[in-house]
């Protein structure tokens, strides 16, 4: 049987530990967002891995990202096979393979939610964060990971969690977790950035 003291002591270690988990003190989601919003236009290489259920090994692809503020996204995957996914002005285009599709980012909820996730931390678009996500920051400015848990009943069917972590006003990794069991992350490696 665990003593009173001991249960006391491990209860003061989990109560620190959860404070230190949480945004440091002068950092929050506002300063964080103004953070990124200074960052006009970056580009980065990445490397994803994505596992799903369905696959017997992770799939390992490596691109470029480049951002133009507020909102201009393409994804330029160079390997294991090339395919661009452009964003821009609300429309989308997916070129692959000899083929492209075009259409509006409303069309398809589950890719603009995870589009915005993206594109809504890049901006600092807090108010378009909000529309599909609860957010909690934790870490400091040196280090911070914002995590993203779907709001809207019809993006949570397909999406989990969405973990962006950073420095400053630089994203360095994307996690996504669908309800499906697949997990991403992207690693994205020192950027290019471009403040006004």
Partial sequence: ????????????????????????????????MAALAATRSATASFTERDTSPVLSAPLIS??????????????????????VFTLRNGQVTLAQGGATRQFALDEDLRIAGLVEAIRGTLAGDLPALQRYYRLTL??????????????????????QSVAISGSQGQV?????????????????????????
Wanted: aromatic residues 4%; hydrophobic residues 45%; glycine residues 6%.
């Fill in 1 to 32: 049987m665990i003593s009173g003291l001991r249960l006391r002591r491990r209860a003061a270690l989990l109560g620190l530990l959860a404070l230190t988990a949480q945004a440091k003190p002068g950092w929050d989601v506002p300063l964080l």
């Fill in 62 to 83: 490596t691109g470029t990202l480049t951002y133009v503020a507020p909102d201009y996204l393409r994804k330029q995957t160079s390997t294991p096979a090339a395919s």
């Fill in 138 to 159: 934790t870490g400091g400015a040196a280090a911070w990971r914002l995590r993203l848990v779907p709001v809207n009943p019809a993006l949570a069917k397909f999406v």
């Fill in 172 to 196: 360095t990794s994307i996690a996504t977790r669908s309800t499906d069991g697949a997990e991403s992350l992207m690693s994205i490696h020192p950027a290019k950035a471009h403040a006004p």
